[in-house]
């Protein structure tokens, strides 16, 4: 499974960017393809237009929630990797990815790449 990150599904949907050419691959062979709770929220705040929403909708698939589990693992993320100011969102997304075992892919590879050393698996364009 591939957890999409907000970064990654914005570009995604901009016709022929590296991350289209990822998105298509993976849903031509099938990758089953998820957004946590936190991620969607953000995708969300847009600016977006409805038939934007709906086509992200579609990719997506499931929501995963973010629950007692993942704020732990989360809080635990933020803790070791420093407690850097505007890092806690970041946090949350990989605690989600991180609960279901599922890679994180993600336009912006630098957010993220203090917590693999903590499990996190990053996918990028």
């Known amino acids: 499974m591939i957890?999409?990150?907000t970064s990654f599904l914005i570009r995604a949907l901009i016709p022929e960017s590296g991350e289209d050419g990822l998105l298509r691959r993976c849903l031509e062979d099938g990758t089953?393809?998820?957004?946590?709770?936190?991620?969607?929220?953000?995708?969300?705040?847009?600016?977006?237009?409805?038939?934007?929403?709906?086509?992200?909708?579609?990719?997506?698939g499931e929501v995963v929630p973010f629950g007692r589990e993942e704020g732990a693992v989360a809080a635990d993320l933020f803790n070791r990797s420093g407690r850097r100011r505007g890092s806690l969102v970041d946090c949350m997304v990989a605690a989600a990815a991180m609960s279901r075992d599922a890679e994180l892919a993600t336009a912006n590879p630098a957010d993220?790449?203090?917590?693999?050393?903590?499990?996190?698996?990053?996918?990028?364009a």
């Open 112 to 124: 993220f790449r203090r917590l693999e050393s903590h499990g996190l698996k990053l996918l990028t």
């Open 3 to 5: 957890q999409l990150d």
């Open 32 to 60: 089953p393809l998820a957004m946590s709770a936190i991620a969607w929220t953000e995708f969300l705040c847009g600016p977006l237009r409805a038939p934007e929403i709906q086509l992200a909708a579609q990719i997506v």
